[in-house]
């Protein structure tokens, strides 16, 4: 009787171990502060990955065609809470375009345990603005004020 109540716990432990590889929660999730900007100005791109994983492969980053990276910045939190580990990992890149016109960042992504995770694909529309632009242009100013009065966007030191 013992044996067979110490196989039944045995599998049972399996099944819920496995059930919780199975069930993985991933988010990857893709942030602009702004889709339309001149020539003068720097975008905030932002890819943030929160997982209950304790190890996730680096995300393949989308290509910013049409756009020099002037600085990155990367953060990371992990919380405990009853038990259970939560990570979140938050990508910023500000965005210098190249040139005036309408531009496509394709959405980035994770391959994990052969399921892929997407973020969100951007458009972007780059009108002319007062500076002639050259290569390694990069504005004057960076624009940290996020224009929805949502929160405030990370600050690059140059």
């Known amino acids: 009787m013992k044996t067979r109540y110490g196989f039944f716990l045995l599998v049972v432990f399996l099944f819920l171990f496995a059930a919780s590889k199975a069930f ?19 975008i905030t791109y932002k890819l943030t990955v929160s997982s209950s994983e304790k190890k996730l492969p680096a995300p393949k980053f989308a290509q910013f065609s049409g756009f020099n990276i002037v ?35 394709p959405p980035s ?4 345990n ?25 504005p004057e100013k960076l624009d940290t004020e996020d224009k929805r009065g949502q929160q405030e966007l990370p600050q690059y030191t140059l």
């Open 109 to 112: 992504h994770i391959n994990f």
């Open 71 to 105: 600085s990155s910045l990367q953060s990371s939190n992990i919380s405990f809470s009853q038990g259970s580990m939560r990570s979140v990992i938050t990508y910023s890149f500000a965005l210098a375009p190249t040139a005036a016109g309408i531009f496509k960042i």
């Open 114 to 138: 052969n399921k892929l995770y997407e973020s969100e694909g951007f458009e972007i529309e780059v009108k002319k603005g007062s500076k002639p632009v050259a290569p390694g242009n990069i």
């Open 24 to 42: 993985a929660e991933i988010k990857i999730k893709a942030e602009l502060d702004k889709t339309g900007i001149t020539t003068d100005e720097i």
